[in-house]
């Protein structure tokens, strides 16, 4: 019984040093949002996307990081330009026209994460001047597309949208009916 007491003191004590010292490089990576914003500078798409990604995190309402990562909207780095259109949509930043045309030009990429990136964006941001844009992708080769495109029809779109989507309800994919149901149904709850 001795031992196992011992035992338990000494694994308790390991993992009490681990913590704490796991604590510590944490609390020495926590960078300044300053600091994060001069990451954005970087030549490592990786330190670039991972800056935006903390600023969201933990600093959502910035008045500073936010106009700095609108300019990486147009990035050629596709990973930059995708976790760009992701913050801005995630946050509801205000964007010009100019803006929406450059995530909207995610969609003529031909990695599908990167279409649907931009769908996803769109759908945080007051852009319904991107639909015309949007709904070609309702004929998109993939269903992951195609539901994405629903989907922001749904939060963009209104009523006359309804036929564009109607004939999905078909489609070979139960998914891709499934989404172009909820948006019908959505839609149709527009006034």
Request: hydrophobic content about 45%.
């Amino acid at each position: 019984m001795i031992n196992i007491n011992k035992r338990s003191f000494f694994i308790a004590l390991a993992l009490g040093v681990f913590t704490l010292a796991t604590s510590q490089v944490h609390a020495a990576k926590v960078k300044t949002e300053d600091q994060l914003i001069a990451d954005l500078a970087s030549p490592k798409e990786e330190v670039v996307a991972d800056a935006m990604l903390k600023i969201e995190k933990q600093f959502p309402t910035s008045a500073k990081a936010i106009p700095e990562i609108k300019k990486y909207l147009g990035d050629n780095r596709a990973k930059v330009r995708r976790k760009a259109a992701r913050v801005i949509g995630v946050l509801h930043s205000e964007v010009t026209s100019a803006e929406i045309k450059s995530i909207c030009a995610l969609f003529k990429s031909a990695d599908q994460r990167e279409v649907m990136d931009g769908l996803i964006a769109l759908r945080g941001l007051k852009a319904a001047e991107a639909l015309p844009e949007i709904l070609p992708l309702l004929n998109h080769s993939a269903p992951n597309v195609i539901r994405d495109a629903c989907r922001t029809i749904a939060v963009l779109g209104g009523k006359e949208h309804i036929a564009l989507i109607e004939p999905l309800l078909k489609n070979a994919d139960p998914k891709v009916q499934k989404d172009a149901q909820d948006a019908i149904f959505a839609l149709k709850a527009k006034s």
